[in-house]
């Protein structure tokens, strides 16, 4: 059974590029969530993909936006990244649905940092 | 964003010894969760707590929901070197289109001394 499995695992991008990251579930989880963890703090919550639609979105703007595709595998997309945008980026998968508890297996992250 | 007021920020202690941290919020959670991360990785799920005043172990490690449903903590037993790292609380709410999202402590760093 192979986990979740996150590209690139770091990247270094200049304010106002693009960046998009990469995601494969763990086999067996159709349910794709992402999450940014600043420098000494905890993971917070971006948006959850199930079904290939957003189910869910934290605190954080359109310039962040997501896909998830039919094999359950998803993408980040950040537009015009700004200097609080470097953190790393972890993608978690589950098999829960819009209901439920949801126990997450994360991956090991994608670090960005922007110059 | 919101996160959950975890306690200690860091311990150093001495192998052998147990250890305790806590995870309080103000608002209600149905599931509290427990992970740890170690450099260069992602959280690893410790424990799962569905229930108020669920105690749960798993090894060396014991978790409880608290009754509230507002706290939970973890307690480690003996602790060993490999058992140092970051560890997180996270409350999940199920139901009423809210049951995705987990929402973490800023961790506890446990250093152990062998």
């Known amino acids: 059974e192979t986990g979740v499995t996150q590209s690139p695992t770091h990247l270094i991008k200049t304010r106002g590029q693009q960046v998009t990251l990469r995601c494969s579930s763990q086999s067996g989880h159709n349910t794709v969530s992402w999450y940014q963890q600043a420098l000494g703090q905890g993971p917070q919550f971006i948006f959850q993909y199930y079904r290939e639609e957003e189910n869910g979105r934290g605190n954080f703007p359109p310039r962040f936006s997501g896909l998830q595709f039919p094999n359950y595998s998803s993408e980040l997309n950040v537009n015009a990244l700004e200097l609080d945008d470097s953190a790393l980026y972890l993608c978690?998968?589950?098999?829960?649905?819009?209901?439920?508890?949801?126990?997450?297996?994360f991956g090991a992250g994608s670090r960005l940092t922007v110059l | 964003g919101q996160q959950l007021n975890q306690s200690p920020q860091s311990m150093f202690i001495q192998e052998g010894e147990d250890v305790s941290m806590n995870c309080t919020s103000s608002?209600?959670?149905?599931?509290w969760l427990w992970y740890k991360q170690d450099p260069g990785e992602g959280p690893v799920l410790l424990i799962a707590?569905?229930?108020?005043?669920e105690l749960t172990s798993n090894g060396r490690l014991t978790a409880q929901f608290g009754i509230t449903r507002k706290d939970s903590f973890l307690n480690i037993s003996a602790s060993i070197p490999s058992d140092v790292g970051i560890y997180f609380c996270?409350?999940?709410?199920?139901?009423?289109?809210?049951?995705?999202?987990?929402?973490f402590g800023k961790g506890t760093l446990l250093t152990v001394n062998p």
């Open positions: 608002s209600i959670f149905n599931t």
């Open positions: 978690a998968s589950s098999t829960g649905t819009t209901s439920g508890a949801n126990v997450l297996t």
């Open positions: 996270a409350g999940q709410r199920v139901g009423g289109g809210s049951n995705y999202k987990l929402t």
């Open positions: 707590l569905y229930k108020a005043g």
